[in-house]
Every structure is written in C-alpha cells, then in structure tokens.
C-alpha cells in the first residue's frame, strides 16, 4: 500500500481502517487502494499516530528481548562495500536495535516528515556522505522500492539499483529489480560482485 513504513503510522493505520470498515475483510480494500492510499483517513491516521507510538513502543520494550539479527558485522563488512541504513524506525528505536545487533552502521531513520520513505531525502543524504557513484537499496517494502526510485529520478548521474527482499517483494519489484527471499541469502550474491 505504501506510506507506512513507519511503524507508529502503520499501527495508528490499521486502527483508522478498523474504525472505519470494521471487522470485516480488509485484503480487497487494502489492494483496491495500492496507489491511492485512504487520503479520506488521513486526519485520522495523523490523531490516532501519538496513542499508537506510546503502544508500539510499551509493545517493543516488552518484546525486544526476541529479536535476533538477521545478519552479523563480519558477515555484512565481507561483501567489500561501503554499509548504511535507511530505517523508517525513529531515533529511540533505533537506538535498541543496536542493542539487539550488537554493532552499529552509519545511519539514517525517521527523525522528521522528509526522511519518512518513501521521500528520498535520507537515501540522497547517505550517497552524499558516502560519495557513493553506485548505491545497492535493500528494502522489503514498497516505499523502500519508491524512495529509491524518487532518489534515482533525482541523481540519474548515479548507479542505482534496488533489491527487494522477503516473501511480498515480487508485489513491489519492478524487472529491473534484483530479488532475493532474504538478506544472508543477497549477501552471498553480494559477495561476488566486484565492489
């Protein structure tokens, strides 16, 4: 659907619909909205976003502790490039992600409106500081294929190149897209690149 790549807009999201279409089947009003959103929500989705951040976040201490990374340091420094995040998670959160990962990465997250993905504003910030001349995005949502094709469409001097992990990225990857089930597994393609 795009749009909530936050989780606190995407828990105050999923109340919003709730009130407004009840308990019933949400799958065919969430595809009939792909592209358009509910803007006829958004002034509820912004009221309910402070309530669902206090939640998402009570919910998030109490369930860190079974979080497990994905991936470590070593195997992430193997691949020979340059590493960042764009995360749509806010400042505080981020902070016990890297708690759980045990390492820390240059990154970006959703400190302010125009680092939200998919604005592209955090992914062009993250070039710059990199001086990147060729950028690999890996994302598992929409927005994250949007952001980097809005920072494509304003760096076209740029190698971009998005992949999309995980079981939905064929609903959000375009054919130029590189598609990988999950991130060990883009890893090892990674790896034999030339970097």
């Known amino acids: 659907l795009g749009g909530f790549n936050n989780d606190f807009r995407l828990a105050a999201g999923a109340l919003a619909l709730a009130e407004a279409f009840g308990d019933g089947e949400l799958l065919p009003r969430l595809e009939g909205a792909a592209g358009r959103g509910f803007p006829e929500l958004e002034a509820r989705f912004q009221a309910l976003e402070p309530a669902a951040q206090a939640a998402v976040q009570k919910h ?31 400042p505080e959160e981020l902070e016990l992600a890297w708690r759980v990962l045990g390492f820390q990465l240059p990154a970006i997250c959703d400190a302010a409106p125009h680092l939200r993905k998919p604005e592209p504003a955090g992914l062009l910030q993250l070039a710059d500081a990199f001086r990147a001349e060729e950028i690999v995005f890996v994302g598992d949502t929409i927005d994250d294929a949007r952001c980097l094709r809005a920072a494509a469409a304003q760096r076209p001097e740029l190698a971009w190149r998005f992949v999309g992990v995980g079981p939905d990225r064929a609903r959000f990857c375009g054919a130029a897209d590189g598609q990988s089930t999950t991130l060990p597994d883009f890893l090892q393609t990674l790896n034999k690149e030339p970097s």
């Open 60 to 90: 998030y201490v109490d369930t860190i502790h079974m979080e497990r990374p994905l991936v470590s340091l070593p195997e992430l420094r193997s691949t020979g490039w340059d590493l960042a995040i764009l995360t749509g998670r806010p």
